[in-house]
């Protein structure tokens, strides 16, 4: 017997004739606590960030377009290239869904190297630590932050219906009121729960109680293992997309593929924030 859901609208709300979606609302709010757990990591003492007012706004508004632009880029490239090709118009429909976290990712490390190197040149010559050592230090509070825009995002993925998970027997399966498929695996909510509220707790943990936030690149290595290893367990349970479907005869997805490399390029980041130079 499975558990039936009423559908929920993706629209949140609507505004003046504008409809306001959950997807959107869901940015806003990773957004919004996002940039207030950020600002107090930084505060503390050993955090080895300086950002004036100013530059913190201007750094968050380069995270928000890197995550935009990078998770939209991301899922044109790696998951749908042949329609977005036909329809090149829809690349700009971001309302309608499509955002890949590792091209997300990828915007993120982009930006905050181009903004570290902005900063760190602004700098008078003694106070420089370098481009990179200034984005890693970035990146690790951000890698703290990430999960709860994960969080939100899969809640807004099954809000939306998306991405759902492959049929299942089991007494927790999930239908839809209306919908006559087989029961599925709410394949978003397990992977809000493990990349979001786990993934969150533990890089929380190992910031606030370890030392490894002083070693730059750290907590960035342990987020992009960590999220490898989550993605890659909640795959199990998540339908392959439709138009790509599984890269192998024995179930790869291309979720999965992207993770581990993912996961590799966090372990060599972990092992390098270690050496002495």
Same mark, same amino acid.
């Given at each position: 017997m499975a558990i039936v859901i009423e559908p929920i609208?993706?629209?949140a709300f %609507?505004?003046?004739?504008?409809?306001?979606?959950?997807?959107?609302?869901?940015?806003v709010a990773a957004f919004v606590v996002g940039y207030f757990l950020f600002r107090h &990591?930084?505060?503390?003492?050993d955090s080895g960030i %300086?950002?004036?007012?100013?530059?913190?706004?201007?750094?968050?508004?380069?995270?928000?377009?890197?995550?935009?632009?990078?998770?939209? &880029?991301?899922?044109? &490239?790696?998951?749908n290239l042949p329609f977005f090709l036909r329809h090149p118009l829809e690349i700009l429909a971001v309302?309608?869904?499509?955002?890949?976290?590792?091209?997300?990712?990828?915007?993120?490390?982009?930006?905050t190297?181009?903004?570290?190197?902005?900063?760190?040149?602004?700098?008078?010559a003694p106070a420089r630590q370098g481009t990179f050592r200034t984005a890693f230090r970035l990146l690790d509070m951000v890698a703290v932050v990430a999960p709860i825009g994960l969080f939100f995002g899969r809640i807004a993925n099954f809000i939306n219906m998306e991405v759902m998970g492959r049929p299942t027997t089991r007494p927790w399966g999930v239908v839809f009121a209306g919908d006559n498929a087989l029961p599925r695996h709410a394949s978003p909510l397990y992977?809000?729960?493990?990349?979001?509220?786990?993934?969150?707790?533990?890089?929380y943990g190992l910031c606030r109680w370890t030392r490894l936030r002083t070693h730059p690149g750290a907590l960035s290595g342990v987020l992009g293992m960590g999220y490898a290893v989550a993605r890659i367990f909640c795959e199990q349970f998540r339908a392959p997309d439709v138009q790509i479907g599984f890269l192998t005869s024995w179930g790869l997805t291309m979720g999965q593929l992207l993770s581990g490399v993912m996961f590799l390029?966090?372990?060599i980041i972990f092992a390098i924030a270690f050496r002495k130079k």
């Open positions: 609208s993706p629209v %609507s505004f003046f004739g504008l409809d306001v979606r959950w997807y959107a609302l869901a940015y &990591l930084i505060s503390e003492k %300086s950002l004036t007012k100013k530059q913190m706004d201007d750094f968050f508004t380069t995270i928000i377009f890197s995550v935009i632009l990078g998770g939209r &880029l991301g899922y044109v &490239l790696f998951y309302w309608h869904g499509g955002m890949s976290f590792h091209g997300g990712l990828l915007g993120v490390i982009i930006g190297v181009l903004f570290a190197r902005a900063v760190d040149r602004s700098r008078d992977e809000a729960a493990a990349e979001g509220l786990v993934l969150f707790t533990l890089m390029g966090g372990a």
